[in-house]
């Protein structure tokens, strides 16, 4: 009831926060535009990648699949689940295998963008503490959260609802801690970089936004899409208002506040959602029907333009440089060989690792080729290698380098939050260099197989293309690296420079509007130019101290006078083929498989885990699975001779089933499939037919591009429908409950930044 006269408050706070960011939205997509077609038309390409890029690197794909224990809040009990990780990296969670396999709905789909992966109830008790001042359980009283085992693993979220998850074993905590970690890595890049205007115009939106409100400096809730970040900056300034307004009225135990707190916290994020994703794509829509003519206005007047924004940038540059160039000298210089070194040390590491990684792994088949002969190992072994850069466990010896990146004493100097952003920017360049590695090593593998002779030339080639790949691995990490720590330098001491700045120059910048002629006004923008003068000040010494540290050679970059010539002319031409299917192709069986059943019958890219361990250890047997249903709520079914068992529930029940747990078959990765992307249906589950059914993300990150049904201004009484399990429940009592958008992160468009 609380929550329900605050939806008109809500709502207003939404609306006024979204106003005024689309405002800035406008302004950003008339300046990203211009420079989309200005770098179209002038070119300024750095130097050419010598590796090739995979166009879609794990279409039909799993990424693992395995059993672990859920915690079902709605009746506090822990439910063994069946879950999947397909190639958009949702986490999608059925009731048990067999409900996969019958192509059953699934109970949960998360996206993880914006969770943080906990593996101790102390730590999450901790944040759970934080979150609402002054409610702390009493020693010796019941947490929130009781695990059935030692080895949990939660994901915590600022605003949306939270998951619970278990496991037996440190060492299975381990692998999906890790298969988490690169969920919530991929989710959080959700903002696709193949969009040369809406994306800059959105994050230098964001950026200017936050700024307006003396906000400078990293921001760590820049996660998801574009509707997520935008509910982020919503929530942002909403819930400390909240917390203030509801806190004190909430009644019970400690325990029970903080339950409340979350669930209430996880219910206005969705009706945020909802509104930001109505308001977002209304301002979208508008921009991008006045697209055309202000393209045609930029192509027709492009000199002029540019001449007056040069203009206007010199009367700038004389008022601010001496300033930025005075405050350069005596705040930022003197650290940035300091940030330098600690941004270098770790990444290189990182980038060492993957290299090794990629050397071993293909050293290894190379030995394993010659002892066991042929091409029908070479065919198995290829189908592993080829997703090695999306083995979340290989990898993570690499991801986990970055874990040492610390920026003590600077940090709080440059106002840096966290440096989490810089960890994952430096892990997705990883995953990208070993899948660019992985690539050009089959494609030109592929290349050589018609004219070997016998197993002896295939070891031979092997070694020779390794190596070839490597130095271009070489070349390219370096490249990528300098231009990771550019940014990152750029990403830390900007906003600090702006914020020592504003009170002498941003007052100042109203009167040189007048510089800009109106029908360039949409193109050029005073606040911009003004970033780009301050940022000038500062990048001959941030471009010297990433060229002087090239020179060391200490972390094994390359001068920016080497260049690399396209040794491999025709190398490029070969990456645009047909993508290697190394299975179908040598697989030598007569006949194709149908596409249908390849698309259902999805390959799994984390075999390993499952086949080291030859059976889960959490597998319970068929007469603890098969006991009586549980006390859940549940949607209505039909009667069905072939129902699915129920799970055990309840901490002491559970361990009773892991006592009796069985010598099982393991699962069978081969047998993976990968969810289908469907239109979004506004049918119940239970009527969705096998062939149009929708998976549901979980309302804590919702995806755009489905339709999601819009609340009433009055928060009318519905079905009650939780969306989180995929079970329909009974409206208890005629209550009302906020509206929950039913989304996919299956969807073609979706939250991540490909699939």
């Not at 050419?48 to 799993?62: C, G, I, N, T, Y």
């Not at 990780?85 to 996206?111: C, I």
């Not at 979980?698 to 969306?723: I, L, N, R, V």
Request: aromatic share 8%.
């Amino acid at each position: 009831p609380c929550l329900t006269r605050l939806c008109s408050p809500i709502a207003e706070k939404t609306g006024k926060v979204l106003g005024e960011f689309c405002r800035c939205y406008k302004e950003q997509y008339g300046v990203a535009l211009f420079n989309s077609v200005r770098y179209e038309i002038e070119g300024n390409g750095g130097p050419q990648a010598q590796l090739l890029h995979r166009k879609v690197p794990l279409e039909d794909h799993v990424i693992y699949s395995g059993n672990l224990f859920q915690y079902i809040e709605e009746n506090k009990k822990w439910r063994n689940r069946f879950c999947v990780v397909p190639h958009n990296y949702g986490l999608v969670l059925y009731e048990n295998k067999l409900a996969y396999e019958r192509d059953l709905p699934p109970r949960v789909l998360v996206n993880s963008a914006g969770y943080k992966i906990l593996t101790s109830v102390d730590q999450y008790l901790e944040l759970v503490n934080s979150s609402l001042p002054g409610v702390t359980p009493k020693s010796g009283h019941s947490p929130i959260l009781k695990c059935p085992t030692d080895f949990p693993l939660i994901l915590w979220h600022p605003y949306a609802r939270h998951y619970y998850f278990c496991v037996m074993t440190g060492k299975e905590q381990e692998k999906w801690r890790a298969v988490f970690q690169d969920c919530v890595r991929h989710c959080n890049n959700g903002i696709s970089e193949d969009s040369k205007v809406e994306a800059p115009a959105f994050t230098d939106a964001v950026r200017m936004y936050r700024q307006s409100k003396e906000q400078y400096g990293t921001w760590d809730m820049l996660c998801g899409n574009e509707i997520q970040v935008l509910s982020n900056l919503v929530m942002e300034e909403l819930l400390p208002e909240l917390r203030t307004t509801i806190g004190p009225r909430l009644k019970g135990k400690a325990q029970e506040r903080q339950r409340t707190w979350i669930q209430i916290s996880d219910a206005v994020y969705r009706m945020v959602y909802e509104q930001t994703k109505a308001q977002y794509d209304a301002a979208m829509a508008k921009c991008e029907q006045e697209r055309p003519q202000m393209e045609s206005t930029i192509r027709t007047d492009m000199d002029q333009i540019i001449t007056s924004k040069e203009h206007l940038a010199s009367k700038i540059r004389a008022f601010v440089l001496p300033k930025a160039e005075v405050c350069v000298r005596n705040h930022v210089q003197p650290y940035i060989s300091s940030i330098l070194e600690a941004l270098m040390t770790p990444t290189s590491q990182g980038f060492a690792e993957v290299r090794e990684v990629f050397f071993k792994e293909v050293t290894d088949m190379n030995m394993n080729i010659v002892n066991e002969g042929g091409l029908e190992k070479l065919v198995e072994y290829m189908e592993k290698l080829s997703h090695l850069a999306f083995h979340p466990v290989k990898m993570q010896s690499c991801y986990e380098k970055m874990d040492q990146l610390k920026l003590e004493g600077l940090q709080q100097r440059f106002d840096v939050s966290s440096t989490s952003v810089f960890k994952q920017r430096a892990q997705i360049h990883m995953r990208q260099q070993m899948d660019d590695a992985v690539y050009t090593f089959e494609t030109l593998l592929h290349q050589e197989l018609g004219k070997l002779q016998g197993k002896d030339d295939l070891c031979k080639s092997i070694q020779r293309i390794l190596e070839r790949v490597l130095k271009k691995y070489d070349y390219d990490s370096s490249t990528v690296r300098k231009k990771f720590f550019r940014e990152a330098l750029l990403q830390i001491t900007i906003p600090f420079l702006l914020k020592k700045l504003a009170p002498t120059c941003k007052g100042e910048l109203a009167k040189f509007q007048e510089l800009i002629f109106e029908d360039f006004a949409s193109f050029i923008l005073v606040e911009n130019t003004y970033e780009e003068v301050v940022l000038q000040s500062v990048m001959k010494d941030i471009m010297q101290a990433v060229k002087e540290a090239a020179v060391q050679r200490k972390h094994n970059l390359y001068r920016d006078s080497m260049v690399m010539h396209n040794s491999d002319p025709n190398l490029h031409l070969l990456g645009e083929g047909i993508p290697i299917d190394w299975g179908e192709e040598y697989s030598g069986q007569p006949e194709a498989e149908p596409a249908a059943d390849k698309r259902r019958r999805a390959k799994q890219v984390v075999s390993v885990i499952q086949d080291d361990e030859g059976v889960l250890p959490y597998k319970v047997d068929t007469e603890a699975l098969l006991q009586p249903g549980s006390p859940e709520l549940r949607e209505p079914e039909e009667p069905d001779p072939g129902v699915l068992p129920s799970s055990p529930d309840g901490v002491e029940e559970i361990r009773e089933a892991l006592v009796k747990e069985s010598l099982g078959d393991a699962d069978d990765p081969s047998g993976a499939r990968m969810p289908q992307a469907v239109p979004a249906s506004p049918l119940p589950r239970a009527d969705v037919p096998a062939e149009a059914r929708v998976l549901h993300a979980a309302p804590a990150s919702p995806t755009p591009g489905t339709e999601t049904p819009s609340p009433s201004a009055g928060m009318a009484c519905h079905q009650s429908s939780d969306k989180e399990t995929g079970e329909e429940v009974a409206p208890p009592g005629g209550e009302c409950s906020p509206p929950q958008p039913a989304d996919t992160t299956e969807s073609g468009e979706g939250v991540q930044t490909e699939f």
